[in-house]
């Protein structure tokens, strides 16, 4: 799937369901599959992070990471720095029960 | 005023214009009205700065009918933003939409804390310098992260999903809307399921709000709407250098593939 087709509502819905991270995985540059799919995706990450931001969720609970086919190491290597990120900043905030309702 | 009625009056009567949106006193309440020359007289009953209303979202529903009617508008600043908006988003056609401009009073500026109050040009009122209030956002953005999540949370729990937001907002043309879609975000419950009803709308408006406050004025549960949108035009034109309500050409930075940082509009 080209990251093009992350809609920000997708990003959203995770983060509504709790997720305490979302890492977009796309093509580099100038090799997306259909030309300029990721060029958007960049676009739209840069300003979904600083929404994030705004609201207090918290930009670095969202990475953009350019990795191709044949770079499994690279795809391994972005997912485990991802992950130790995420570990340091803690749990998504968005699940706790002082949010739940009302 | 008088200038006004004239423009209006001429346009009708010798212009190629069939109609011409504006306000009417009506039983002692300010109301959207078509002007239209085999009633002339109505212009005596014209107002304007008497209320806000979303008149551009108003004449957009008449054009849905008939695109191709050649139609004018009573525009202040806010409402030539939308209308420059709706052209730049090929909702209306901008050949066929001719502005009647007002200027607002600088107490109506300070009111809406307008950031243009005039038009591009106007036939009624004087130019009064812009309000920029960034109070509000300077505020939040001095805050620590936890404590802007706790704000927002708060904010957003207010909600009672009366769609008032939406409905009034000049800018949400759309036929079928992402806030009624179930997959999304789930049904049945108040306040709607948050963060995500809020940003997702948040997220729409970033390239599109054009800063006329409506729904802020709208909401009924005092939900500080035009901030949270405030803020995500100043990113885009932070990160863009595009700002909407300014022209009807081109298109947003989300609104196309390829690079809207480092160059020129790329691909299509
Ligand atoms: S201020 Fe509110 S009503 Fe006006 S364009 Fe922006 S989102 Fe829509
Ligand atoms: S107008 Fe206010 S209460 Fe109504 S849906 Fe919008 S934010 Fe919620
Ligand atoms: S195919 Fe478009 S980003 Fe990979």
Redesign the interface.
Known sequence: MCS?RVS??FV??A??KGADGVIIAACH?GECHY???N??T???V???R??L??????EDRLRLEYIATSESDKLSRSFTSFTEQIRTIGPS??KRKE?A?? | MDRLREGIRDALTEGPVAGVMGLILDGGHPRPHLFTKGRIEDLDRLVVGEARYPLAAVLLKVLRNDLDAHLGIVARGCDERAILELVRNVQLNGERVVVFGVACSSEQASACQCPQPYPSSHLSGERVAPVSDSEGLDRLDRLSEEERLQYWMDQFGKCIKCYGCRNICPMCFCTTCTLDEDDLIQTGTIPPEKPIFHLIRAFHMAERCIDCGLCEAACPSGIPLRTLYKKMRNVVTTRFGFTPGITKEGKGPLQYLGDGKFGEQEGH
């Open positions: 093009g920000p509502h959203l819905k983060f509504q540059l030309q300029k799919g060029y958007l960049a676009k739209r840069d300003v979904l600083d929404m931001k705004f609201v207090g969720i918290g905030p968005i949010f309702r009302g």
